[in-house]
């Protein structure tokens, strides 16, 4: 019977450490997501930026600048 419960203390004992490893490797997955989200925003806004420029660029080459109405506000 004591056997049995060592037995069963170590068995504990080993899912207890598995499971704080999968909550480690949870949260650094977490933070890394979250950290590749704030990049994809990051590079979302400049590549609008570029676009925006090189639309800029065309017209002017076109001898067309932009008017007013024809912009989009900044949060496009």
Known sequence: MAEELE???NALM?????????EDTVQ??????AQQQQEIL??????????QRQDEQAAAEQGE??????????HY
């Not at 080993?14 to 999968?22: K, W």
């Not at 650094?28 to 997501?33: F, I, V």
């Not at 990051?42 to 676009?51: A, D, P, W």
């Open 42 to 51: 990051l590079l979302r806004r400049q590549l609008e930026l570029l676009k």
């Open 65 to 74: 600048a932009a008017t007013p109405v024809e912009e989009k506000p900044p």
């Open 7 to 9: 037995e069963l203390k």
């Open 14 to 22: 080993e899912v207890q450490n598995q499971l704080a490893f999968q």
């Open 28 to 33: 650094a997955l977490n933070d890394a997501m």
